[in-house]
Each structure stands twice: as structure tokens, then as C-alpha cells.
């Protein structure tokens, strides 16, 4: 089993700046890819980025440019610094893991608004 738990969200104004951070712990060497997901009401759960070890991130073209994943395989933990926030990010993230079995955290909510 592996747990995740997530920080960091919520609420900022246009434009500004928010870094989420997702902490795993457990049967960590069964994870190969971590990231992060968002579900906004009434939409379905879509991938915002992600990062396989080794790999190379991979963006929802909605954030490319603007958000950056980053995976610190020493303290298990994955990282999202979101930049230039629009309302339409507005949503809970969730953190996700997988490898032997896919793992999501409890999520957290950001809120973009003025």
C-alpha cells in the first residue's frame, strides 16, 4: 500500500502563484510514475502533469508553460509550482501515484479568484 497526502492549496487572484506538494509513504519502490490530477465541479478528473522515473513530464496543454512538475526521490514527494493562475484552474488537485497499483490522495482545493 502506499498513501499519499497532499498540501499547499487554496486561494489565490489571477495571476498569482501556488506550489502543491504530495507526500508518499509506503511500498514506495512499487511506484514508477507520480502526479497530479484536478477535478473541477461538474467536469471529470483530468491529468494536469505527471513524471515517470526516469522520465520526461508530461502537461495538459492547458498549463504547459505555466505549471512545473518536480519529483524529489530522496524525500518520496511531487511537487506542482502553478504560475499566472486563471480562474479556470480553479478545481481540487489530486495527488497520484502508480506502478504495482494506482494510488490518489484525499485531494486539496485551489480556488483562483479576485
Known amino acids: 500500500q502506499v498513501q499519499l497526502v497532499e498540501s499547499g492549496g487554496g486561494l489565490v487572484q489571477p495571476g498569482g502563484s501556488l506550489r502543491l506538494s504530495c507526500a508518499a509513504s509506503?511500498?514506495?519502490?512499487?511506484?514508477?510514475?507520480m502526479g497530479w490530477y484536478r477535478q473541477a465541479p461538474g467536469k471529470e478528473r483530468e491529468l494536469v502533469a505527471t513524471l515517470t522515473n526516469p522520465g520526461t513530464p508530461e502537461y495538459a496543454d492547458s498549463v504547459k508553460g505555466r505549471f512545473t512538475i518536480s519529483r524529489d526521490n530522496t524525500k518520496n514527494t511531487v511537487s506542482l509550482q502553478m504560475n499566472s493562475l486563471k480562474p479556470e484552474d480553479t478545481a481540487v488537485y489530486y495527488c497520484?501515484?502508480?506502478?504495482?497499483?494506482?494510488?490518489w490522495g484525499q485531494g486539496t482545493q485551489v480556488t483562483v479568484s479576485s
Open positions: 509506503g511500498s514506495i519502490f512499487t511506484i514508477n510514475t
Open positions: 497520484h501515484a502508480d506502478g504495482w497499483h494506482a494510488y
